[in-house]
């Protein structure tokens, strides 16, 4: 079956230190990829995507990703993290013309001030 | 404008009753999605709406489980016989079309309990 793995459940950084988060999937053809957040107390929100192009997408608040095809990947990063970037991140992708989102268990970041 | 809104934030009921969840779509969403989310893991796809049609309901974990979405706009998940293992965040989220560019806003999600 398809799947997502975030390698890491739980990130603590300092501030100004450098992200990344990793994201792998298995599925062997056309695929959407997708980074959530969660911040404390709030939904779901759309960080970044990636459906076709530059694999190196850009997203809000300074955060981009890279698609590796041959890797099955789409890392999450950014080079100087805020106390403000504490949340929970998700890595999610859809498959083909599917519209499901199948997605991984999540990364908990915690960034100290 | 207004975002996605589902009631109740919370539920608690007894292993054995009947609930109902509902969700609110952005006025105009055409598309609507379930997910649940279970402690420590991501979202899981339950069911999706392309109007009043159920397009994808390949998700619902078995047949106590049922959505509808009369009107194309409110949908309401229902939930039968209730057990503990249906404790979860049930999340709505809807997207303005049904190409797959649309990105999905989601909603506050309702916390289920069954004791």
């Known amino acids: 079956a398809q799947s997502v793995s975030q390698h890491n459940h739980h990130v603590i950084l300092s501030e100004a230190a450098s992200l990344e988060l990793g994201c792998n999937y298995s599925?062997?053809?056309?695929?959407?990829l997708f980074w959530y957040v969660q911040y404390p107390g709030q939904h779901l929100q759309l960080l970044l995507k990636?459906?076709?192009?530059d694999p190196l997408v850009k997203g809000i608040k300074g955060f981009e990703a890279e698609f590796i095809k041959s890797k099955f990947s789409f890392n999450l990063r950014k080079p100087s993290v805020q106390w403000s970037d504490t949340a929970e991140y998700f890595c999610?992708?859809?498959?083909?013309?599917?519209?499901?989102?199948?997605w991984g268990a999540g990364t908990k970041l915690i960034i100290k001030p | 404008g207004a975002g996605v809104s589902q009631t109740p934030s919370n539920k608690v009921t007894e292993k054995g009753k009947y609930v109902e969840l509902r969700c609110d779509p952005i006025?105009?969403?055409?598309?609507l999605y379930w997910y649940r989310q279970s402690l420590g893991q991501g979202p899981e796809f339950l069911i999706y709406f392309q109007g009043t049609g159920a397009a994808d309901d390949s998700g619902l974990p078995n047949d106590r489980f049922f959505a509808v979405r009369p009107e194309g706009s409110v949908s309401t998940l229902k939930i039968q016989r209730t057990e503990r293992g249906d404790s979860a965040v049930y999340l709505c989220?809807?997207?303005?079309?049904?190409?797959?560019?649309?990105?999905?806003?989601f909603g506050p999600g309702t916390r289920l309990t069954v004791t």
């Open positions: 990636y459906f076709s192009g």
């Open positions: 599925y062997g053809g056309t695929v959407n």
């Open positions: 989220a809807s997207s303005l079309g049904t190409g797959l560019n649309y990105e999905q806003y």
């Open positions: 006025s105009g969403h055409t598309a």
């Open positions: 999610a992708v859809r498959l083909g013309s599917n519209y499901q989102l199948i």
